[in-house]
């Protein structure tokens, strides 16, 4: 017994001792959790040494996080896609011409994919630093997302924390839906397809994880890259389709859609396409529906 207590001893010792150098390092970074303080900040390579002064976004999920954060009072400019009608009011620029974003009065400008080193460098010779905040593929990676975007804005300490407990109140939100739905005898097969090309939501998308909050079982929830062909449709056959605006027609149009079950009875159904695309509330709505 003694011996097994100097062994346990030993290890809660070194686990002090690695937390004790664990906080130690890096107060800023918020790699495995909020920062002591809001700034400097590090997310991932990049350093913000402040609070931006104005944020430019130039990705619509990106912006629908923002607005679901609450933070949209800190926008100064937005590319044209990010539709958002609370955000009509901005201007839109284009990130290729940094003279345009800079007189908006940004100092960062947030990318969900890599605009390019080209377009990095003449952001920063305008003074506006470019952080690249990569889409989330699962629940814990949505939390992940929301605490970037918002230690960004508001730093590592306040903005993390806001964006930890805003993605958190999307999933409670989401599980309240999960619970409420009937129990069925057997699974309802279905599937989503941003296009009649073979665009869809594959297990290793949030998008498919969405499915399966509605209570239903994603035909494609073993494929991956968002890429599923006809063939793997034609075999999983879903009971049900959910389908961005204007393909349901191109479905009833195909010889081989027109195989599938869900054409055949007239069980597919056209869904908003920013409910699957972006990741903001848009995710609730996109659950109410396919549940409904």
Request: aromatic share 6%; glycine share 10%.
């Amino acid at each position: 017994m003694g011996q097994l207590k100097r062994m346990i001893t030993g290890l809660l010792s070194a686990v002090l001792i690695v937390s004790a150098f664990t906080g130690c390092a890096g107060k800023g970074d918020i790699s495995s959790g909020a920062a002591e303080q809001d700034f400097p900040v590090t997310i991932g390579t990049v350093t913000l040494k402040s609070e931006p002064a104005g944020v430019a976004v130039f990705s619509p999920s990106l912006a629908d996080v923002i607005l679901a954060m609450g933070y949209e009072i800190s926008l100064k400019a937005k590319s044209k896609d990010c539709d958002q009608e609370d955000l009509s009011v901005l201007p839109n620029v284009d990130p290729s011409d940094p003279a345009a974003v800079k007189a908006t009065g940004a100092t960062l400008a947030l990318f969900e994919t890599n605009p390019g080193d080209e377009v990095t460098a003449a952001l920063q010779k305008e003074g506006i630093l470019s952080l690249i905040l990569p889409a989330a593929a699962s629940r814990s990676d949505l939390e992940r997302l929301y605490s970037e975007v918002g230690a960004a804005i508001k730093g590592g300490s306040t903005g993390y924390q806001k964006g930890i407990k805003t993605a958190n109140n999307i999933y409670l939100t989401l599980d309240d839906i999960t619970r409420v739905i009937p129990e069925k005898d057997s699974p309802v097969t279905v599937c989503y397809l941003y296009d009649a090309k073979g665009k869809a939501a594959t297990g290793d998308m949030l998008a498919g994880k969405l499915i399966e909050s509605a209570g239903l079982v994603n035909a494609f929830a073993g494929s991956n890259g968002g890429q599923a062909s006809t063939e793997a449709l034609t075999i999983s056959n879903p009971q049900y389709i959910f389908c961005a605006e204007g393909v349901k027609k191109q479905l009833q149009e195909s010889a081989e859609y027109k195989k599938l079950e869900a054409v055949q009875k007239n069980q597919v159904y056209e869904m908003n396409p920013t409910y699957m695309e972006r990741q903001g509330r848009g995710m609730i709505q996109a659950v109410s529906f396919m549940a409904g």
